[in-house]
Structures are given as C-alpha cells and as structure tokens.
C-alpha cells in the first residue's frame, strides 16, 4: 500500500468509529428511549376560563397542540400517531391572562404581560418510571400603548417556543 491509500484507510476508520460511537446521540439533543417509535400528543383544552383573571383566546388549544406536535416532529425521528403512542402527552391550558407590569408617573400602565400556563401529563408507555405530571408557563411583556392583537403573533411564538421546548427538555432530552 502506499502512503495515500494508508492515510486514507486511517481517515476512513476513524470517521466510521465517530459515526458509530454517535449512534444514540442527536443534534437537537433528543434521548429517545430504545425501542420507542411513536408519540401521541392530546389535544390540550383550554380551560384558562375558569380561572379568575384568566381569558380564553379562541384557537389557542389547537395552536399550542400543533405546535407541541411540530417542535417534536422536528427534532426526533419519532412518528406522530392518533392513538396507542409509546410517548403521551396530554394536558390543559390552565392560565392565560394580561395584567400591568409597571407603571407610569400618571399612574397608568407602562407595560403590559401576556402569560399563558400549561399543565402536562407525560406517559411514557414503555418506561414508566419517566412519567411525570409538571406545569409550565411563559409570559411576553408589551408596551402598554398596544392592544393584545397587535403583539398576538409574536407573543404566542416566544411562549409556546419556551414552553414546548421546556417540555421537549423534560421528556425528551432529561436535561
């Protein structure tokens, strides 16, 4: 052999030993379970109106399941079904509100804070020691000047992005 095709038999081996030795690591950081294929993700009802303070924003349910749904078809290669998952979650929107945050000198509000909570129940049907039941929440400050529907787009995408990726977190990468 020459000195070419020995360097490159080398390069060849040690890339087929990081590769392998990479085999239960991913980049979005997801430690799926062995033997786990599927995840089914409930619709999460909200029922924000029935706590005090709390409103009830039509859509919302079906926004922050399809988002919870999006974040984990995106980062694992796990497959989304309807029913019989191995991975379960399901839960409530429990808080969703706008109170003042600070204030002016007339004694007006100067800012504004839209939170939204979310309880979770996780099951994990083939370990379930990993289940856990766990409440999550985020908020979007906005100056006060500005109505609600006019931060709603870029209020609900930071929150539900730190949400379910807190979930994510939790379930998924047991960080």
Not at 31 to 44: M, Y
């Amino acid at each position: 052999m020459t000195w070419n095709r020995l360097i490159f038999f080398g390069r060849f081996l040690i890339l087929i030993a990081v590769v392998e030795g990479c085999g239960i690591y991913s980049f979005t950081g997801a430690s799926i379970p062995p033997g786990v294929t599927t995840f089914q993700v409930n619709f999460f009802e909200n029922q924000a109106g029935n706590r005090p303070g709390s409103t009830v924003e039509p859509g919302l349910d079906n926004d922050f399941t399809n988002a919870l749904q999006d974040l984990i078809m995106n980062q694992t290669n796990l497959n989304l079904v309807s029913q019989d998952g191995q991975l379960i979650y399901e839960g409530e929107i429990t808080e969703y509100s706008v109170t003042p945050m600070s204030a002016t000198a007339k004694i007006t509000a100067a800012q504004n804070r839209l939170k939204m909570a979310v309880t979770l129940r996780f099951y994990n049907i083939k370990k379930e020691e990993d289940n856990f039941n766990k409440s999550y929440s985020f908020f979007y400050d906005f100056p006060a000047e500005l109505q609600v529907y006019d931060v709603i787009d870029a209020a609900h995408k930071e929150i539900f992005d730190r949400i379910t990726q807190d979930i994510f977190n939790d379930t998924l990468a047991k960080w």
